[in-house]
Structure formats: C-alpha cells, structure tokens
C-alpha cells in the first residue's frame, strides 16, 4: 500500500512539474486527472497516509489567524536602480575595473511582483516565506502550495533554499479585477499588489482562485550543486521543476546588454506578465564573491528601469 502511495504521488508529481514548470507535458489531462481521482480515493480509505507533498494537499488546510514570523538566514536583498544606460554603463565599466577583467553578465526580465524565498528538504517544499524587511519574513507555506508552477517535490531530493518573484499574470489580473468588480468589491491598482494581497491571505482557498504563478532566479549556495554561473544556475533550478524565465540571455559587453534591453523594452506590452526592467548580473559566482553586498543590495548586479 506504502509503495502505490508513494508511486502515485511520485508520477503525479512528476507529471505536474512538466506541464506547469517546464511548460512540456507528458501526458494529456484527462490522464493526469484520472490518476488523480484514484489518489484522492486511495487518501480517502486511507488518510493516515496522506503526506504534506501529495498534490491533494495544495489547497485547503486550516484557516490562519497569522502568520508566523521567518528570520532569513542569509538576507534577501533588494536590489541597487538605475534609469539610463549611460548611468549602466558607469556600473557595467565600474565592476570590470573592480575585478580587473571584463566579465559576462546574465541580462534578465526584471519581473513586477512580489520576492519569496523557498525551502526544499530531501526535494520536497518544506516553506516559504516573504521577504518581509529583508532579515525577518512572513510563513506563507500554505498560501504558496496553491501556486501550480511551486513543485512539492522536485526531480532530485535535494536540500536547497531558492528566491524568485512570485507574480500574478496579466490575464489573471484583469479576470480577477472584473470579478471583484462584479462582487462590488475592491480592485486592485496593479497586478503586484494583487499579487501581493492574495499571498496575504488567511485562507489559501482565496491564494487558490486567484492564479497566481512564479518566476524562480536565485539559487543559495550554488557552490554545493558545482554550479559557477548565474546562467548554469538558472538551468539548474529549471532541471529540478522550478518554472524559471527562458528569456535570460548572457551578453558579452555592453553593446549586448544594450541590444536586450532594446529589444525587451520593445516586447514589453505584449509579454503576459509586468515586468518593471531588466536586471543585469555579473554571470560567475567567483565575482559575487569577490565583491560581495552593501547591507540593502547585491554590489555584483543592477536593476536598469524602464521609464515609467
Ligand atoms: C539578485 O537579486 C534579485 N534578482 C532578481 N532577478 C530578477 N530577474 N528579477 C528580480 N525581480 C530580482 N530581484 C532581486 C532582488
């Protein structure tokens, strides 16, 4: 009985991070539901075996009258601004000089939602949390399970923290405004703090509806999975099952990251999801190292904003 549990759950797990993370799917949906009917049967005779990673547990649980507080290890940066590619160009040329080599950087979608950090034990969803005031977060565990591009359990039982944004898509935004509209209730100014409010949920059935998803960027001690690079990082954490953005791209100097940014500050309107900039980072770890934080920010990366 033990190993049909743990088969079903595995499959169904495995099957869910293909279809919403790595956006390939294996098997149709009436498949994937049909074995997922017959797990909920399975819980139903036998709900002592029920675990904490079985995909029927995303939803539901308890209502909270809190959250607990989460004291962040190591802390989750913000991120250092800035707003013309001349002002860019001062920080790309600056870091060069402070490393004595002219370095790549891995150029990315600068996503408008809301940072989180999640941790994995043996490559299942243990916690996560917000990033709070940096140091000190908010559990939102049970509000981050109903998020479908979140793997419970990942394709190598791994012990890792990540860091990404968690983000509410264009089409959800504009779905869920019109039906809180329709229930004369209120609306949201911008898809971040929809986002932002629906993980403040006390009751993960409301986080549920409101389609939220994911973008994973940040892997913590990437020196334990011999990964040297923000680019290898990013394909890493995208081979366990984290939804990572494929639209990174490493430039080589900054006439590349030049060209990315014109090229994303075109695409910008039609992609389905806010992005507020493009975030430019030194792409190996030996340089982030080398020059490390300012209390607040990162001194190995730099947020480039779009003008409003
Ligand atoms: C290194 O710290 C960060 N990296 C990031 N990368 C991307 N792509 N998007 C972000 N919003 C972001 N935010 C932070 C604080």
Redesign the pocket.
């Known amino acids: 009985l033990q190993q049909q549990f743990d088969e079903l759950r595995s499959q169904l797990n495995t099957w869910s991070r293909e279809y919403y993370s790595l956006d390939k799917p294996s098997v149709p949906d009436d498949v994937y539901d049909q074995k997922y009917q017959e797990l909920v049967k399975l819980e139903k005779a036998h709900p002592e075996m029920v675990t904490p990673d079985s995909p029927t547990q995303r939803v539901g649980g308890q209502v909270l009258t809190g959250f607990e507080k989460i004291g962040h290890e190591i802390p989750m940066?913000?991120?250092g601004d800035v707003f013309s590619k001349e002002e860019l160009a001062d920080f790309v040329v600056n870091l060069d000089q402070t490393v004595h080599q002219q370095i790549d950087y891995n150029c990315?979608?600068?996503?408008d939602g809301l940072?989180i950090s999640l941790v994995y034990r043996n490559g299942k969803f243990v916690q996560g949390s917000t990033r709070g005031n940096g140091q000190i977060g908010e559990d939102i565990t049970q509000n981050l399970k109903t998020i479908n591009a979140i793997p419970l359990e990942l394709s190598e039982p791994v012990d890792v923290e990540v860091r990404g944004?968690c983000y509410m898509p264009k089409a959800s935004f504009v779905e869920l405004n019109q039906r809180q509209e329709e229930q004369g209730k209120q609306i949201f100014a911008n898809a971040r703090n929809a986002a932002a409010g629906s993980l403040r949920q006390l009751d993960s059935r409301i986080t549920a509806e409101r389609k939220l998803s994911t973008?994973i960027?940040?892997l913590m001690e990437p020196e334990k999975f011999g990964v040297t690079t923000q680019s290898e990082a990013l394909e890493k954490m995208r081979s366990w099952g984290f939804k990572v953005?494929p639209d990174y791209q490493v430039a080589h100097n900054m006439d590349e990251i030049r060209a990315y940014i014109d090229e994303y500050q075109q695409k910008r309107a039609s992609l389905p999801y806010d992005i507020d900039g493009i975030?430019i980072?030194a792409n190996p770890f030996k340089v982030h190292e080398e020059v490390g934080n300012t209390v607040k920010v990162?001194r190995w990366?730099i947020a480039y904003k779009f003008p409003p």
């Open positions: 940066l913000s991120l990315e979608l600068k996503i940072a944004e973008f960027y940040y953005n975030v980072k990162p990366a």
